[in-house]
């Protein structure tokens, strides 16, 4: 019987060898080259060419949060509806959820694009109703858009998950006590739909500070956000060492974000229902 | 919490998925449109299909796309359900933690971390070896499979958590070696899993962008960096018409995942 657990445990092997080479070494190599020059000499140059990118990282996570307050906004009250509608329309609905969810980024973001473009569709018929074409790709507006229509189903599908399994006879005891529709809401529904919360804001928040292509295409290089200017390193500027150091940064910034929310939410039930306005 | 709807939600609920599948069903509409203009619909017509099919480099990345999403899914789902069972088996909770936490990494750090941190790791280790290119097919693999490990562990874990252990060992006990019950009894049991954990990994595979982008190297587009670069030109209905194409072939796989989960759902209730 020994034997055979240990003859098991070891099939675990090849993956912690993968683990360690494919996503350990590579991080210990975003801190190595954060920390040398393109000699390979030990440097704090990169680190001290960050205080240049201070108004970028401010920026992108306001870009950041601004997004993800819009999803939830617009997610609680969808997933919220969703949850209470009939069994068998519920699948569907959710499918229809997960489909924008599993189709490719670029897809999504063209699709917006192609809307809003000073040519696109949303002009054309301005135009033909007799006014003058308003611009709105290449505008700050234009990115919050993009990140809103490409990361909302990551707010809307944990949300769902947690309040499908609440237990209905909570709230039907909250409203046997006589505490009303809003009360409902508040104190129970909400508090107990938290973890559904926080896991949405950080599926929308840390791709929506960290990218690169919707600030590409919808923003038009106006409005540089963190992820553009690390691709830039790597891909036109040839920079792998700032780059690194960029990235280093993000990293903690987000791990930092994410602790702030969990610490602010984690402490008092009503401080979750103060995440909706 | 089933409970009927009223009419205000419904609308509201219109309204989101109008949002979610406007610009969709534009861009679908208008990969059909006759003329190049993106605004004006002026006839119906295939052509842009046709050239898309013309079009040596969109095939040339469709048949790269599948080959990377074929080869990392296969080798991903190996190694991820050998994987489950080990730390399945494991007792040692920090072991097991530490495992687990490692393993999800790439899950929780923004795609663009994990894509340059690949890249760095390739960049460091050609210059070692002293190969001037170091970015090729080989490189995209590894990342694929290096990012799509972790949906086929957490596909499969629960399966084993789920599965009961006294079978195995009645296996044994009627004369099955161990191998031979892992394979008879185990495997059968949390084949659902794998089959989800498989199909989760394929479609990851296919759709990535970001960290195929940083890891590709000029010689190896995927169809999603084809699309990248195509929207560097002038908007074509070209670019429309294959990205309805990936948006049917996703619906597609999606309700493929659908209906296995319904049919493992049917197939659960009845064993009760």
């Known amino acids: 019987m020994e034997k055979k657990t240990l003859s098991a445990k070891l099939l675990a092997s090849p993956h912690i060898v993968w683990s360690v080479l494919f996503i350990i070494a590579p991080l210990i190599m975003v801190a190595y080259y954060s920390f040398t020059n393109a000699d390979g000499n030990f440097t704090l140059e990169n680190i001290k060419a960050l205080s240049d990118y201070k108004e970028v990282f401010l920026n992108s996570i306001w870009y950041g949060i601004v997004a993800t307050l819009i999803c939830l906004v617009i997610a609680y009250p969808t997933a919220y509806f969703i949850a209470r509608s009939k069994a068998r329309v519920q699948s569907t609905m959710i499918m229809l959820v997960m489909l924008p969810m599993w189709t490719s980024l670029i897809v999504r973001t063209y699709s917006i694009m192609s809307l809003i473009e000073n040519t696109g569709i949303i002009n054309s018929f301005i135009q033909k109703l007799g006014f003058e074409p308003i611009q709105m790709i290449n505008t700050s507006g234009a990115v919050i858009l993009g990140m809103v229509y490409d990361f909302l189903p990551f707010m809307i599908l944990p949300i769902y998950s947690v309040l499908t399994k609440l237990d209905n006879k909570l709230v039907e005891a909250a409203h046997d006590l006589g505490a009303d529709k809003i009360t409902v809401l508040t104190k129970v529904v909400l508090p107990l739909s938290r973890s559904g919360i926080l896991s949405g804001i950080t599926m929308v928040f840390v791709p929506s500070v960290s990218t690169f292509y919707i600030s590409q295409k919808l923003g038009g290089g106006n409005f540089a956000l963190v992820g553009e200017i690390i691709e830039g390193q790597f891909v036109t500027s040839n920079n792998f060492n700032l780059g690194a150091s960029l990235s280093l940064v993000l990293m903690v910034l987000i791990l930092i974000c994410m602790a702030v929310m969990n610490h602010f939410s984690g402490d008092e039930e009503e401080s979750s229902g103060g995440l909706m306005p | ?272």
């Open chain 2, 1 to 272: 919490m089933s409970r009927k709807m009223n009419v205000s939600s419904k609308i509201y609920l219109g309204l989101v998925y109008f949002f979610l599948y406007a610009p969709i069903v534009v861009l679908i509409v208008f990969s059909f449109n006759e003329s190049t203009s993106t605004s004006v619909m002026s006839g119906f017509s295939f052509k842009w299909y046709g050239e898309l099919l013309r079009d040596a480099d969109t095939i040339n990345a469709v048949k790269n796309t599948l080959f990377i999403a074929v080869i990392s899914s296969v080798c991903a789902t190996i190694l991820g359900t050998a994987a489950a069972v080990g730390i399945d088996k494991m007792r040692n909770k920090y072991l097991r933690s530490a495992i687990m936490n490692t393993t999800n990494i790439p899950m929780m750090n923004p795609e663009i971390v994990t894509g340059i941190s690949l890249l760095l790791l390739f960049a460091f280790s050609s210059q070692l070896l002293g190969i001037k290119n170091a970015l090729g097919l080989h490189t995209l693999i590894i990342a694929h499979i290096t990012f799509v490990l972790p949906y086929v562990i957490l596909s499969v874990l629960p399966k084993l958590h789920q599965m009961d252990h006294h079978l195995s060992e009645a296996a044994m006990d009627l004369g099955c070696t161990p191998v031979k019950s892992f394979f008879k009894v185990v495997l059968p049991s949390i084949m659902p899993g794998i089959l989800t954990g498989f199909i989760m990994a394929f479609t990851l595979s296919l759709d990535d962008f970001v960290i195929s982008y940083f890891v590709s190297g000029p010689e190896w587009q995927t169809l999603p960096i084809r699309l990248f670069s195509m929207t560097k030109k002038r908007v074509k209905p070209d670019m429309y018409a294959l990205s309805t194409l990936i948006f049917f072939v996703m619906l597609v796989l999606l309700m493929l995942i659908n209906f296995m989960q319904a049919r493992g759902d049917k197939k659960k209730e009845k064993d009760k």
